[in-house]
């Protein structure tokens, strides 16, 4: 009697546990129904939710994947952030079988034009112009290669810390080593040099471009030069 109770307590305990793993297994591969995309601060110059829809629906069918399917999560988020103008993209899952994928656009600080067209950003990646977006931020024109392309992205975040500079930047050139800055306000070539002694030759700009501001006789300058230590030499 002892035995037959015993063996009754194991079997309904054996179909217990085996409900609870079917259960939990049968949630874990429910597949999920809807898709949810939004932007980091709502910034989607770039990209819209169709094209990331687009770019889902390419990379892994929605119907292939389960509600733990973390492998797969994790390998979208990174087929997702492969693609130039993402910066970071989570991907997670609800328990209503509801997909949310946040995606964070990368930001260009400078705009190259050459043999290859392209935006640059603060990780110095290279990101494919757009059709419906066109970015305000400085150009260069010519095909500087990577090294050089690195050496911007220190020129524009120095110059993005200067309100003066930042609002009157809009070209940058290189010659043998050399910086030119096209200004906003004024019409003379700026030749900066190299990035060294960066804060002296800024206050020199804005000390020569407030003098420029003052004087009612306005003169010519096509070209003044920073480079010299406490001067500034202008032509016309």
Not at 20 to 42: A, P, Y
Not at 212 to 232: G, P
Request: aromatic fraction near 12%; charge should be neutral; glycine fraction near 4%.
């Amino acid at each position: 009697m002892k035995l037959h109770k015993y063996l009754g307590f194991f079997a309904v305990s054996f179909l217990l546990m085996g409900f609870i793993v079917f259960s939990q297994w049968r949630n874990d591969h429910r597949k999920i129904e809807r898709l949810e995309v939004t932007f980091t601060n709502d910034i989607h110059n770039f990209l819209n939710v169709e094209m990331v829809d687009k770019l889902l629906i390419q990379n892994e069918p929605l119907s292939h994947i389960g509600l733990k399917d973390t492998l797969a999560l994790v390998t979208i988020e990174t087929e997702l952030e492969a693609y130039n103008v993402i910066l970071n993209a989570e991907v997670f899952i609800t328990p209503a079988k509801l997909m949310r994928v946040n995606v964070e656009e990368r930001t260009p600080l400078i705009r190259i034009i050459g043999e290859k067209s392209f935006y640059v950003d603060l990780q110095a990646v290279k990101i494919s112009l757009s059709d419906n977006f066109s970015a305000h931020v400085p150009l260069f024109f010519g095909n500087p290669s990577d090294e050089k392309i690195k050496e911007l992205v220190v020129l524009i975040q120095k110059v993005n810390k200067d309100e003066f500079l930042k609002s009157q930047i809009i070209e940058i050139g290189n010659q043998r080593g050399k910086y030119f800055f096209k200004m906003r306000s004024y019409d003379f070539l700026v030749e900066w040099g190299n990035l060294n002694s960066f804060d002296q030759k800024v206050m020199k700009l804005k000390t020569f471009c407030k003098y420029m501001d003052s004087i009612e006789e306005k003169i010519n300058f096509t070209k003044i030069n920073l480079k010299y230590y406490q001067q500034v030499i202008a032509s016309s």
